[in-house]
């Protein structure tokens, strides 16, 4: 299966993991948040494997810009699921399908380490 990468172009993190799997050859699908929103058949299945709170990005600008009753109305999956689909820009990123398992953040080594396997 191709990879598929969630998230925001501009983001920095997404240009660096961009990268790294075009250095590598690695063909890849981008899923940008901001044309093409959250996949909502998907974002369960995020749910399911890596945590809402692994997802939710409590350290970012978006978060930080949301106003403090929304912040404290994340409280479980459904809450945060809310939170994520009325502001992708909260989800960390990216998020990447790699088919048997999903990845969130980029790091070069469980990149690696997932490729390998």
């Given amino acids: 299966m191709t990879p598929v990468l969630h998230?925001?172009?501009?983001?920095?993190?997404?240009?660096?993991?961009r990268a790294w799997l075009t250095e590598r050859g690695i063909d890849y699908t981008f899923h940008d948040f901001k044309k093409l929103g959250v996949p909502?058949?998907?974002?369960?299945?995020?749910?399911?494997?890596?945590?809402?709170?692994?997802?939710?990005?409590?350290?970012?600008?978006?978060?930080?810009?949301?106003?403090a009753q929304v912040?404290?109305?994340v409280k479980d999956a459904e809450s945060a699921k809310a939170v994520m689909n009325?502001?992708?820009?909260v989800i960390k990123r990216p998020v990447v399908d790699w088919g048997d398992q999903t990845t969130v953040g980029?790091?070069?080594?469980t990149w690696?380490?997932?490729?390998?396997?």
């Avoid at 009325?86 to 820009?89: A, F, H, I, V």
């Avoid at 980029?106 to 080594?109: A, E, G, I, K, T």
């Fill in 71 to 73: 912040q404290a109305s």
């Fill in 112 to 117: 690696a380490s997932t490729i390998a396997q």
């Fill in 7 to 17: 998230g925001i172009p501009n983001c920095d993190t997404v240009k660096k993991a």
């Fill in 40 to 67: 909502a058949d998907r974002l369960d299945d995020w749910i399911a494997q890596v945590g809402w709170e692994k997802l939710v990005n409590r350290q970012g600008n978006t978060w930080r810009k949301l106003d």
């Fill in 106 to 109: 980029f790091s070069p080594d």
């Fill in 86 to 89: 009325q502001y992708p820009s």
